[in-house]
């Protein structure tokens, strides 16, 4: 008997004939099947091409090396086509053995299911090539409005790479795919009655070399991260809403570790942190005494006006006491009643994408232009800060950072996917102690998501869609002022500006010739018109009679990558044309001491404990920074940020760049000396391997404690 006749024998052929058999009336049904997704994948590779071998926004290349990224990219797009089409393939399988007429139906949802996620995935393209980010669900609650898609029409017409293809790309995706299946459909296994397994057995044939390319032979985190495809990105963003809390022995490791770096950084000792289950959640020392017995702790007088520390406001000033004289306006509060006498009001400025190397007054630090005169005239007749980064980038993650005074979250936005974060916001404690909040924006608050945040933090928030420019949002913002306030109540007003936004030509002097300069030219004339509107809007207040009792603050949200280091979008590294910014506070507040430059480490989330201390506040808080009016020691200090899969750590003049987290950065590990290099041209890295040694681990560490904190909503605890 032939051995093909013996029973049980089980041969290839037996195999495809069973597969056949399986799909039954289907297999035509599955061809083409087939067939589509194979046009599906060869459309998805003109789009790759489309967004590996073409410029950014900013004209700049993508990716270094596409030839790299190309292979990975058509082999992660095969293996995604055809795992996510599983489910309907199996319905259609099922439909044409039972319910026949349900497989047709099932075949047109492929078709399309396929065509949504080429409209998407155009989406996510053109998002990485002018953000640097994917186009997720956290992406797209923030920016998913009218108001963002009114920019997205400005953004585009501004592309630096080939002009408005964006259009072509996403109106022709899918014609395209559907005339490669047309023609695939010429072929005769397309129009085999049966199911044909050859084209089956070409695709898993390639899909197993892919997957041994891809995952084993030539891996990479960060390609891979790159290359992420759309579905992917949703399916992680649903996945990491269930993050586990820190065991109980992690937990307290990390914490102790940045109350440490908290109090040696800040100078100020004098605070208890009493919650093993809320990290950065602090009290004053006094006020701590005042709630719990601790004789040892609390019974002392250190500064000897006879009021133990469970009484003293203040234990280590000698004129701070219960039923003190309180000085008017000195940023003390020596009666103990919780907020100095005659408080000093503020006015704080944001300034959009306002770059440090900018900026004339830093020029001595390391910037090359001088586009804010009005800017450095307050700095030098008041005070500045050269070493000022951000603590949050793009504008939401700045927004978030500067009023709760903590870092962004690196993969994930606060302000769409913790909304329910229990929080206290530094104007928040203002408007209890008796301040008038007010918030004026010239960009659109609904464009990131902001309206909600700004309702629970100011009494007031002002937007006209007319008065978008810098010039005519401030011009209302002085009015107001000029109508609303006066020396009966103090006052925290803030001016958000909008006209040096990418693609940095909405300034209204700008001529035709200075619109038409190279992205980096043009950005002198929009921070230079931002300037004198400034200038307007300060001299419009000078004859008010609380002028002189006002401390005005200019800060910028970010900086913005202009090529310095070869790539122009806001996901590009976190060099100092990204995170440095100029930081001025000008105004006669005794506290403030003597007019110059500090030159000492400072974040967005200093901003809040510093008013505060200027206020005469002193209360419990969840707050990241500290005040810079203290007297710590710069070599004491830590700076740190995290973005994305980055990581910056910052001790003494060092600033060392590398990743928090499993996925690698881009430009792998720098180390820089920003005092001397402040544009970060030289890696010093191989020369300094201990201090790599010490900050790599630190910044893991505090990164995935705020993870955690955020996460599990660890910010402030719910029963306060």
């Not at 310095?564 to 910014?581: A, D, F, P, R, T």
């Not at 994305?644 to 950065?665: D, F, K, S, T």
Request: net charge neutral; hydrophobic share 40%; proline share 5%.
């Amino acid at each position: 008997m032939p051995s093909s006749q013996y029973p049980g024998q089980f041969g290839l052929k037996r195999v495809v004939e069973s597969f056949k058999r399986l799909a039954g009336p289907a297999g035509q049904w599955l061809n083409r099947a087939t067939a589509f997704l194979l046009a599906v994948w060869m459309t998805h590779a003109l789009l790759r091409v489309a967004l590996l071998f073409r410029k950014d926004a900013f004209g700049f290349d993508i990716v270094g090396k596409a030839d790299w990224y190309i292979f990975h990219a058509l082999f992660i797009d095969l293996h995604w086509i055809f795992l996510w089409s599983l489910p309907l393939l199996f319905l259609m399988v099922v439909t044409a053995r039972f319910m026949p007429r349900w497989t047709g139906i099932f075949f047109k949802l492929l078709i399309v299911f396929h065509s949504v996620l080429l409209l998407l995935t155009v989406i996510d393209h053109e998002t990485l090539r002018f953000m640097g980010a994917h186009f997720d669900l956290g992406f797209a609650r923030v920016y998913g409005n009218s108001a963002s898609v009114r920019q997205v029409f400005h953004f585009l017409e501004a592309d630096k790479s080939i002009r408005y293809l964006p259009y072509v790309l996403f109106f022709g995706c899918i014609p395209v795919s559907l005339l490669l299946y047309r023609q695939l459909t010429q072929a005769a296994w397309v129009r085999a009655t049966e199911w044909r397994l050859k084209p089956v057995a070409w695709i898993l044939g390639g899909s197993l070399v892919g997957y041994l390319y891809v995952y084993q032979i030539w891996t990479g985190y960060h390609r891979m991260a790159r290359l992420r495809p759309f579905v992917q990105s949703v399916y992680l963003s649903l996945e990491r809403k269930n993050v586990p809390s820190l065991s109980a022995d992690s937990l307290t490791l990390l914490e102790n570790r940045y109350q440490m770096l908290w109090r040696i950084g800040s100078g100020d000792g004098n605070w208890i942190f009493p919650r093993a289950d809320y990290p950065y959640y602090r009290v004053p020392l006094e006020a701590y005494c005042a709630q719990v017995v601790k004789p040892m702790l609390c019974d002392a007088d250190r500064d000897g006006d006879g009021y133990p520390k469970s009484h003293d406001c203040l234990d280590t000033d000698a004129t701070v006491h219960p039923g003190a004289i309180d000085i008017s306006g000195n940023g003390v509060d020596e009666d103990c009643d919780g907020i100095d006498a005659k408080p000093w009001n503020f006015v704080f400025l944001l300034l959009e994408s306002h770059r440090g190397v900018n900026v004339g007054h830093l020029k001595p630090y390391g910037a090359f232009d001088s586009a804010t005169p009005f800017l450095d005239s307050l700095a030098h007749a008041g005070h500045y800060w050269t070493r000022m980064i951000t603590s949050g980038l793009p504008t939401i993650h700045a927004l978030i950072a500067v009023h709760l005074s903590i870092l962004q979250h690196p993969m994930r936005y606060i302000s769409s996917e913790f909304t329910g974060l229990n929080h206290r916001s530094f104007t928040a404690v203002l408007g209890r102690y008796g301040y008038r909040t007010h918030y004026f924006s010239a960009p659109d608050p609904a464009w990131d998501n902001q309206t909600p945040w700004l309702r629970q933090w100011y009494q007031g928030v002002t937007y006209h869609r007319d008065q978008e420019n810098d010039g005519d949002m401030l011009r209302n913002m002085s009015a107001w002022m000029r109508d609303s306030l006066s020396m009966d109540r103090p006052f925290f007003v803030t001016g958000m500006t909008k006209s040096n936004h990418y693609p940095f030509d909405a300034a209204p002097d700008m001529n035709a010739e200075q619109r038409g300069l190279p992205i980096n030219q043009r950005i002198h004339f929009t921070m230079a018109y931002t300037d004198s509107c400034i200038r307007v809007f300060v001299n419009s207040l000078r004859d008010q009679p609380w002028f002189d009792h006002t401390v005005f603050i200019v800060m910028a949200d970010h900086g913005f990558p202009l090529g310095e280091h070869g790539c122009s979008n806001i996901g590009c590294g976190l060099y100092n044309e990204n995170v440095w910014l100029p930081f001025v506070v000008a105004g006669a507040h005794t506290k403030l001491g003597s007019p110059g430059p500090h030159e000492g480490l400072a974040a967005h989330f200093d901003l809040g404990p510093t008013i505060l201390d200027l206020a005469g506040i002193r209360e419990e808080n969840s707050y990241m920074g500290h005040s810079l009016l203290l007297p710590a020691k710069r070599e004491n200090q830590t700076g740190f940020l995290f973005r994305a899969e980055q990581a910056l750590i910052e001790r003494g003049p060092y600033r060392w760049h590398g990743a928090w987290g499993n996925v690698q950065r881009e430009q792998g590990e720098e180390l820089f000396d920003v005092e001397t290099d402040r544009m970060e041209r030289h890696n010093i890295l191989s020369e300094h391997r201990s201090l790599r040694d010490s900050l790599e681990p630190l910044a893991r560490q505090l990164a995935r404690l705020h993870l955690h904190v955020i996460e599990n909503n660890r910010l402030w605890p719910d029963s306060l």
